[in-house]
């Protein structure tokens, strides 16, 4: 077909180190794979152009982070600390309350931890956008580049279920008429 | 050698050097000379005020033999050449009338001490000839689908001032030709080179002329782009008209990509679609700059100037000059 590669001009170089903007659906996906998938790109590394110095990292969308689902019992194990260094201000909350104080936290506190610990880790947070719903504002809609697959796939629910697959599934055993299921 | 003069220079070692060269100090001066800082500053600052010096041309300076330098010039581009010839060549007629007014102003009579030098006008005029048309040839085998507009846009780039008087530096012309003024004028070098073209072809051939050319000045050609030979203000239209003529379906631009569309860094990719298959996508700050480098992209896949195009054979002399039309080695 012939070379659809960069050649001379200028706007070959523009588009080499444009910023993009990837859209993350994070309903029913774990946090923390969310998160990884968010600081690659914040950073830049999923670029051959990276280098840490360079500020390449693009601009991640994530929305309906309100719907995470954390595997096990994190809702309730998971601990959330901070200290303002005034004593008698130690705060520890839940994920859970954590959660229901303010539906992005988690995420954005999973994607600071997870960026280099140097000053650029403020800058690409700026380019990191949470929205709690699916509900986006218009200049961000228009800016998105592409959306990036979800990292986990989502089981259905038996309700999900048609009849017909309901029943084509293999039963170990027939229970007699008479048995109580509870 | 550098340490010593570090130590001089810091003035620990209180003496005078005697500088010959780079790697060559003299250290053994009787004492320390008491007028030597007051010359070495008065120097300095009158060579800060005058600026460097002018330029010399290289028959004015020190062990320069013509006759040794024009057969040493044959000799490293591996051509042999009719002395004479190329002595012509480089005799341009700015230098004769030069020439003829220094004598006249300083009293030689001229019917009796004629100057006996050539010109190089029409070997300047057969080089140039002879040039242009190998070139439209060359550039016409191995693009053939290259419009005449293209293949005079290519020729005229190579054959301009800027690449040919380039060439001609590097290849040490400026230190031969003759000329009036010093540093040799553009013109006047690309002239002196086209006719030591000719020269070439007149006590070569054609053939070895021809194979001088392709080695000097095609080679000019890689790493270029054509559309920086070639100004095309529409490409589009160009596309279209290329298109139409071979039949194809016309171009549908469509938008592929876009990011940060309400930034003021945006870029979006456009794709040219011709009866629903992908011809070229190019990516632009505005969608219209996208479109242009897209039709841009098309055309220099339709004209096989591609960077990833078979690069041209410049290790076999014969065959390839002697059957132009029938090479299809530079394709797509």
Not at chain 1, 157 to 164: D, F, G, I, P
Not at chain 2, 11 to 20: E, G, I, K, M, T
Request: with cysteine.
């Amino acid at each position: 077909m012939g070379c659809l590669l960069p050649q001379s001009p200028h706007c070959w170089q523009w588009a080499t180190f444009a910023r993009s903007w990837f859209l993350i659906d994070a309903r029913m996906q774990p946090p923390g794979k969310i998160a990884s998938m968010c600081s690659v790109r914040l950073q830049g590394k999923h670029k051959p152009i990276y280098h840490p110095l360079s500020d390449i990292g693009d601009h991640v969308v994530v929305m309906n982070t309100r719907h995470i689902a954390f595997s096990g019992n994190k809702w309730e194990q998971k601990v959330y600390s901070s200290h303002t260094g005034y004593p008698g201000s130690f705060k520890q909350l839940t994920a859970a309350q954590m959660h229901k104080k303010d539906p992005t936290a988690i995420i954005k506190l999973a994607v600071y931890g997870m960026l280099p610990k140097n000053l650029t880790r403020r800058t690409m947070m700026q380019r990191l956008h949470l929205f709690p719903d699916d509900v986006l504002p218009e200049d961000i809609l228009k800016n998105l580049t592409e959306e990036l697959p979800q990292p986990r796939e989502i089981p259905r629910k038996l309700s999900e279920y048609t009849q017909e697959e309901r029943n084509a599934f293999p039963m170990l055993w027939t229970p007699p008429e008479d048995y109580r299921m509870k | 050698m550098a340490a010593c003069r570090a130590l001089v220079s810091r003035a620990v070692l209180p003496l005078h050097f005697h500088y010959v060269s780079r790697g060559v100090m003299l250290t053994h001066v009787r004492e320390k000379k008491r007028w030597m800082k007051a010359y070495t500053l008065i120097m300095e600052r009158k060579r800060k005020m005058e600026g460097p010096p002018p330029p010399k041309p290289r028959s004015q300076q020190t062990n320069f033999d013509y006759h040794a330098e024009v057969e040493a010039f044959g000799a490293r581009v591996q051509e042999r050449f009719s002395l004479e010839l190329l002595k012509t060549a480089f005799v341009n007629t700015c230098y004769l009338r030069s020439e003829e007014e220094r004598r006249r102003a300083l009293g030689h009579d001229l019917e009796t001490t004629a100057l006996n030098l050539k010109d190089n006008g029409e070997l300047c005029v057969h080089g140039q000839e002879f040039t242009k048309g190998f070139l439209s040839d060359w550039c016409r085998g191995s693009f053939p689908s290259l419009p005449e507009e293209g293949v005079a846009a290519v020729v005229g780039h190579l054959t301009g001032s800027e690449v040919m008087c380039h060439v001609a530096r590097n290849l040490a012309l400026e230190d031969l030709t003759m000329s009036a003024e010093f540093p040799v004028p553009d013109e006047t070098l690309q002239g002196t080179f086209f006719a030591v073209i000719g020269a070439l072809e007149q006590s070569s051939g054609s053939v070895r002329a021809g194979l001088f050319i392709r080695d000097f000045l095609v080679t000019q050609l890689i790493g270029k782009d054509l559309f920086d030979m070639w100004k095309v203000v529409d490409p589009m239209g160009l596309l279209v008209k290329e298109l139409s003529r071979k039949g194809i379906a016309l171009p549908e631009p469509r938008l592929i990509r876009s990011a940060g569309a309400s930034t003021v860094l945006p870029l979006y990719f456009v794709g040219l679609y011709s009866d629903r298959k992908l011809l070229a996508q190019g990516p632009g700050e505005t969608v219209l700059a996208a479109e242009e480098e897209a039709a841009r992209v098309a055309l220099r896949k339709l004209y096989g100037f591609t960077e990833n195009r078979r690069p041209w054979d410049f290790t076999a002399p014969r065959e390839q000059l002697q059957k132009p039309s029938a090479q299809a080695l530079s394709s797509r």
